[in-house]
């Protein structure tokens, strides 16, 4: 007996990978930047206690609040901890310009589908703005979201960090709650077609009241099916952005991305990877920032052949339907293992922008099988075993 289960989720802003916690054993270490704001700068004391008028480490999901006209800056001198404010202000200009561009490249692509925006600020400062398209030609469901936040983390997120080497509570108190700045760009983009991805990218940068900071990002794919010159389109890309900056950068976050979008509980991964990175301050922040930004710049190049390619190939029911039970694992990776989810929902973050990740339609079929030697069969070889596509 097959058993469908449809969920129908409208959301409207990021993805839950949007300022989460690194999957990875060990970090790099941070060295003293022309800044000065990495741990090694931080002295071997009882450490800071968190300020008064600090933000509680709950938000609260309810807590923004909707503006008609987008404000022309969500980063302001003064809000949050003490830190490196012309970074701050740097990189979430190129987030803006990212998202309009990004969404510009998909409505082209699209062909019909518009993006709707909305913009929310919050009282203890930051905001965000979304811009999300929904029943488009091409895309059932394409958002880009650009958040920046000022808020709290909580000692269970940072036992979940300092578990893997990275000590984000370096500079404060034992026990003590962490001001924290994070400013991230977001999106995940659906298309109705199963021979065209899913991609989903996710580029942020945090600095903590303890004087810590650091980049994450990355870029990632999940097909249905296996194309290998769509993967080599795909992951050839980001493998030329990388050499650009450093000849270890592919071979490590490639890795670190098929080691995080693991399903445990599955043995396979979500998808085909592409490239990971967290806790990045181990040179001069306005090194890391130009990868950060070649990397985001680099989306519509990776990706947008490919859709180009399949949007209008056709396909079978079972195809359909192979598609949807893909999404589903997608939504167990995002609601049971995906450290971002936790995060947000830890710190009160806004639910929409939070399950912006989640498509608006998902499978799940009791005990399925796929019949051996098919294409379906194909793609869970390679999602139980990782290929190097290049």
Request: charged content about 25%; hydrophobic content about 35%.
């Amino acid at each position: 007996m097959k058993v469908a289960v449809v969920f129908a989720f409208i959301a409207t802003a990021s993805d839950a990978n949007g300022f989460g916690i690194p999957n990875r054993g060990g970090a790099f270490g941070p060295v003293k930047s022309e800044l000065s704001m990495s741990t090694k700068d931080v002295p071997a004391t009882e450490g800071k206690k968190a300020p008064d008028d600090a933000p509680s480490v709950n938000l609260g999901w309810n807590s923004h609040e909707a503006v008609e006209e987008v404000p022309e800056s969500l980063v302001k001198p003064g809000d949050g901890p003490d830190g490196n404010y012309p970074m701050r202000a740097k990189f979430e200009k190129m987030c803006r310009d990212a998202q309009l561009t990004i969404t510009a490249q998909i409505e082209a692509i699209d062909g019909g589908g518009t993006f709707q925006e909305d913009a929310w600020i919050r009282p203890t400062g930051g905001g965000g703005m979304s811009r999300v398209l929904t029943n488009g030609n091409v895309f059932e469901k394409a958002g880009v979201n650009l958040s920046v936040v000022y808020g709290s983390m909580p000692p269970e997120a940072l036992q979940a960090a300092t578990e893997r080497g990275v000590d984000r509570a370096a500079g404060m108190a034992p026990g003590e709650r962490v001001p924290f700045f994070a400013c991230g760009l977001s999106s995940v983009m659906h298309p109705k077609n199963p021979f065209a991805p899913t991609m989903h990218f996710n580029y942020r940068y945090f600095e903590t009241d303890g004087g810590v900071w650091w980049f994450g990002g990355g870029t990632d794919i999940t097909p249905s099916y296996v194309n290998e010159e769509d993967m080599k389109q795909f992951h050839g890309t980001y493998k030329d952005v990388c050499d650009k900056h450093d000849p270890e950068y592919y071979k490590e976050f490639k890795a670190w991305a098929d080691r995080y979008f693991l399903i445990p509980h599955r043995n396979e991964t979500r998808g085909f990877g592409g490239i990971f990175f967290d806790d990045q301050n181990d040179r001069d922040p306005n090194t890391i920032f130009e990868f950060s930004k070649e990397c985001l710049n680099s989306v519509g190049k990776a990706y947008g052949p490919i859709v180009e390619k399949h949007k209008d190939d056709p396909y079978t029911e079972k195809q359909k339907e192979w598609q949807l039970m893909r999404r589903g694992r997608y939504v167990e990776f995002n609601l049971v293992y995906d450290r971002g989810t936790v995060f947000g929902l830890k710190t009160g973050g806004r639910i929409e922008s939070i399950l912006m990740s989640l498509p608006e339609t998902a499978r799940w079929e009791y005990d399925h099988k796929v019949e051996p030697g098919s294409p379906e069969a194909e793609f869970l070889e390679v999602a139980q075993n990782p290929r190097d596509w290049v």
